[in-house]
C-alpha cells in the first residue's frame, strides 16, 4: 500500500490546523486527502489539498455543542444528516489509506477507531485547563487506548500529563500547529489616510479587532466593536494614538458592510483589493480583509469574539480582551470556557451581549489593557509565559509532521524538542 494519509477534522480551527499538518506532509514527499466533516474545508483549499467528496456549511459552524438552540438549528437545516453522510464516506475510503489522521473530538475519533484503520489523533478540542482534569466523553477514551491510535497529541502540556495517567499510555505535547499559521511574516498595516491625502504619522499603539469568521455572525460582533469603539475616551479615538484594525473574511466584504456603517453613523471608504477604511468622527478602522496574521502579529491588545486567532494572540504573548455576542459559536458560554482554556491572557467586561455596560466596560479596558503594557514590563512577561504554557512553542506543525512520517515508517521518531 503507498503511503497516503487521510486528514479527517471537524471544524474551522480543526481545519486550519490539519492543513498545517498535511502542507508539512506534503512537502516531505508524502500524499495527503482531506476529509472535513464540516463545512467546506476552506483551509485545505487554501493549502491546495485535495477535497473528498461534496461540501456543505451550516449557519451554525458544526459548533451546536454551545446551546440547545444551535443544535436545534443544526437538526432542522439537516447538518446531523449530512454529518451520517460524511461519516459513511470515510467508512467506503478509509481503506485506500496506509493512516488516518484525525484533528478534532470525540465524533472523528470515534469514527476512526470504526475504520480499523491505524490512526494518529491531535486532540485539539480538549484540555485539562477547562476543570482540571480532563473528562473525556465516552467512548473516547477506550478508543485512544486501543492499538490503532498509533500516537496521540495534546494541545497543552497539562493536558498531556493528565490524559497520560488516565489512559495509561504516551499523551505528547508538541506544540499547536494553528500557531505556527500566525507566524507567516506579513506586510505592514496601513495608517488611515488623512484628510490631505497622506497617511498618518505610525501610531503608539494598535488595537486589533477579530470579530469572527462566520456571517451573519461576525458581522453582529463587528457592529457590537464599532459601538464599543464610540465609547473609548477622546485621547483613544486619535489615530496618532491608537491605531484600530479589524481582521476580516472575504465573505463579510464592503457589500454587507455599507448597510451597517449607515446605521451606526460610519462612513465606509474602500481602497483598493483587501484594504478599507470605517471613518466615524476622529475614529478610524482599517478594514484588512484576510489578513488575520497580520493584525495578530502587530496589535499591541485583540478585542476577540474568535476562537482560534484569540488563541494565536494569546501564543504570540499578546492580551485579549472578549467580547461575547449572540452567537451561535462566540456566546457567554464559549466566552468563559475560552477564559478557562487560556488563563490570565484573557479579560472581558462585565454585562451581558450588547448591553451598555458590557460595551461601555470594553471601552474602558481598552484603555487599562493598553496603559498597563505601556507601564508594566512585567505584565507583558507574564504574558508571553502563559502563552508558551498554553499554547506552545513555534514549529508543531514540524514535530508532528515528523512523529507521523516515522509512524509510517516504522520507525523511532526523530528526536524533536518538546514546546
Given at each position: 500500500m503507498s503511503a497516503r494519509i487521510l486528514l479527517v477534522s471537524n471544524g474551522h480551527g480543526e481545519d486550519l490546523s490539519g492543513a498545517l499538518i498535511g502542507t508539512e506532509l506534503r512537502r516531505q514527499g508524502l500524499e495527503v486527502e482531506a476529509l472535513p466533516l464540516v463545512g467546506h474545508g476552506r483551509a485545505y483549499l487554501q493549502a491546495g489539498l485535495p477535497l473528498l467528496g461534496r461540501t456543505r456549511e451550516y449557519s451554525t459552524g458544526?459548533?451546536?455543542?454551545?446551546?440547545?438552540?444551535?443544535?436545534?438549528?443544526?437538526?432542522?437545516?439537516g447538518q446531523a444528516a449530512y454529518l451520517v453522510r460524511r461519516l459513511l464516506l470515510l467508512f467506503r475510503i478509509a481503506g485506500r489509506y496506509a493512516l488516518v489522521v484525525v484533528v478534532g473530538d470525540v465524533i472523528p475519533v470515534v469514527a476512526a477507531w470504526l475504520t480499523r484503520r491505524p490512526v494518529v489523533t491531535y486532540l485539539v478540542a480538549y484540555s485539562s485547563h477547562y476543570e482540571g482534569r480532563l473528562r473525556l466523553p465516552w467512548p473516547c477514551g477506550a478508543c485512544l487506548r486501543s492499538r490503532r491510535f498509533r500516537r496521540v497529541f495534546s494541545r497543552d502540556a497539562l493536558t498531556a500529563r493528565d490524559l497520560s495517567a488516565q489512559l495509561g499510555r504516551p499523551v505528547e505535547f508538541l506544540g499547536n500547529p494553528f500557531f505556527d499559521?500566525?507566524?507567516?511574516?506579513?506586510?505592514?498595516?496601513?495608517?488611515?489616510?488623512?484628510?490631505?491625502?497622506?497617511?498618518?504619522?505610525?501610531?503608539?499603539?494598535?488595537?486589533?479587532?477579530?470579530?469572527?469568521s462566520r456571517?451573519?455572525?461576525?458581522?453582529?460582533?463587528?457592529?457590537?466593536?464599532?459601538?464599543?469603539?464610540?465609547?473609548?475616551?477622546?485621547?483613544?479615538?486619535?489615530?496618532?494614538?491608537?491605531?484600530?484594525?479589524?481582521?476580516?473574511?472575504?465573505?463579510?466584504?464592503?457589500d454587507a458592510l455599507a448597510p451597517l456603517a449607515q446605521r451606526l453613523g460610519w462612513r465606509l471608504e474602500l481602497a483598493g483589493e483587501g484594504q478599507g477604511w470605517l471613518r466615524r468622527g476622529p475614529l478610524a478602522v482599517g478594514l484588512e480583509w484576510g489578513r488575520f496574521a497580520a493584525v495578530v502579529q502587530?496589535?499591541?491588545?485583540?478585542?476577540?469574539?474568535?476562537?482560534?486567532?484569540?488563541?494565536?494572540?494569546?501564543?504570540?504573548?499578546?492580551?485579549?480582551?472578549?467580547?461575547?455576542?449572540?452567537?451561535?459559536?462566540?456566546?457567554?458560554?464559549?466566552?468563559?470556557?475560552?477564559?478557562?482554556?487560556?488563563?490570565?491572557?484573557?479579560?472581558?467586561?462585565?454585562?451581558?451581549?450588547?448591553?451598555?455596560?458590557?460595551?461601555?466596560?470594553?471601552?474602558?479596558?481598552?484603555?487599562v489593557l493598553l496603559e498597563r503594557l505601556e507601564r508594566d514590563p512585567g505584565f507583558h512577561t507574564a504574558l508571553v509565559t502563559n502563552g508558551r504554557e498554553r499554547i506552545g512553542s513555534p514549529g508543531g506543525t514540524a514535530?508532528?509532521?515528523?512523529?507521523?512520517?516515522?509512524?509510517?515508517?516504522?520507525?523511532?521518531?526523530?528526536?524533536?524538542?518538546?514546546a
Open positions: 458544526g459548533l451546536g455543542y454551545t446551546s440547545g438552540g444551535a443544535r436545534l438549528k443544526e437538526v432542522l437545516e499559521g500566525a507566524l507567516t511574516p506579513a506586510e505592514p498595516l496601513a495608517q488611515p489616510p488623512s484628510s490631505g491625502g497622506p497617511g498618518c504619522a505610525a501610531p503608539q499603539q494598535r488595537l486589533g479587532l477579530l470579530p469572527g456571517l451573519p455572525e461576525a458581522l453582529h460582533n463587528l457592529e457590537l466593536m464599532l459601538r464599543s469603539l464610540e465609547q473609548l475616551e477622546a485621547p483613544w479615538q486619535d489615530p496618532g494614538r491608537l491605531g484600530i484594525h479589524a481582521a476580516l473574511v472575504g465573505k463579510l466584504h464592503g502587530q496589535c499591541d491588545l485583540l478585542l476577540a469574539a474568535a476562537g482560534t486567532a484569540a488563541e494565536q494572540a494569546v501564543g504570540l504573548g499578546k492580551p485579549v480582551l472578549q467580547l461575547a455576542g449572540a452567537g451561535p459559536q462566540f456566546t457567554e458560554n464559549f466566552a468563559e470556557a475560552q477564559r478557562r482554556l487560556l488563563g490570565p491572557s484573557l479579560s472581558c467586561a462585565r454585562g451581558g451581549p450588547g448591553s451598555e455596560q458590557q460595551l461601555r466596560g470594553t471601552a474602558q479596558l481598552v484603555a514535530r508532528m509532521a515528523a512523529d507521523i512520517r516515522a509512524e509510517l515508517q516504522g520507525a523511532a521518531p526523530v528526536p524533536q524538542p518538546h
